[in-house]
């Protein structure tokens, strides 16, 4: 008898620029479609939907962090989000706003041969090629990131982890 088992739910990366901390949507401060908080000096519109959210999918999935915020993450947006503190990605300095192909290793790296979901709003195609190439089943998810994490891809992550990753 095992004493212990490993972790076998799917992965789900969650990046925060473009998924939670929203940008570039065209209405004015006094509308926002977040509520805004200082993170490192900085103004973020934090879209607070996504804390319920992320809280739903981290039933069906291991959440990780997969953002240039690496640990910061956890420094502030379980506070301002009521999620838990989730191991994070980090990227020896790669980052770079506006897209993602700098995660690719540190993402290869974490979820070995795992299914993993993907959530992000600069995939580019280097990030498909990547995915179709990846052995275990591998979903990506982009958002517009002024609108971020929405409750039509928390039903469609649920539904490709209950239906056995159909379709990829
Ligand atoms: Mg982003």
């Given amino acids: 008898m095992a004493l212990f088992s490993k972790d076998d739910r799917p992965l789900l990366a969650v990046d925060v620029d473009g998924v939670i901390s929203l940008f570039g949507y065209e209405r004015p401060t006094d509308d926002a479609p977040g509520e805004f908080h200082l993170v ?5 519109c ?11 999918l981290a039933k069906t999935y291991q959440l990780v962090w997969a953002s240039g915020w690496e640990d910061r993450a956890n420094d502030y ?8 503190s989730l191991p994070y990605l980090t990227f020896d300095g790669e980052a770079r706003f506006g897209s993602a192909h700098w995660k690719l290793a540190a ?3 974490y979820s070995g041969e795992r299914p993993l979901a993907w959530i992000d709003d600069s995939l580019d195609p ?3 090629d990547w995915a ?5 089943p591998t979903l990506l998810v982009p958002t517009d990131p002024g ?4 409750e ?9 982890a209950r239906t056995g990753y159909s379709p990829r």
């Fill in 152 to 160: 039509g891809h928390v039903a469609a992550l649920e539904s490709w």
């Fill in 77 to 84: 947006l379980p506070g301002i989000l009521g999620v838990p």
């Fill in 46 to 56: 934090i879209s607070m939907p996504t804390g319920p959210r992320l809280n739903r």
């Fill in 147 to 150: 609108v971020g994490l929405e």
């Fill in 132 to 136: 179709d190439a990846r052995p275990a």
């Fill in 107 to 109: 993402l290869e790296a």
């Fill in 126 to 128: 280097s990030c498909y």
């Fill in 40 to 44: 490192d000096g900085m103004l973020h």
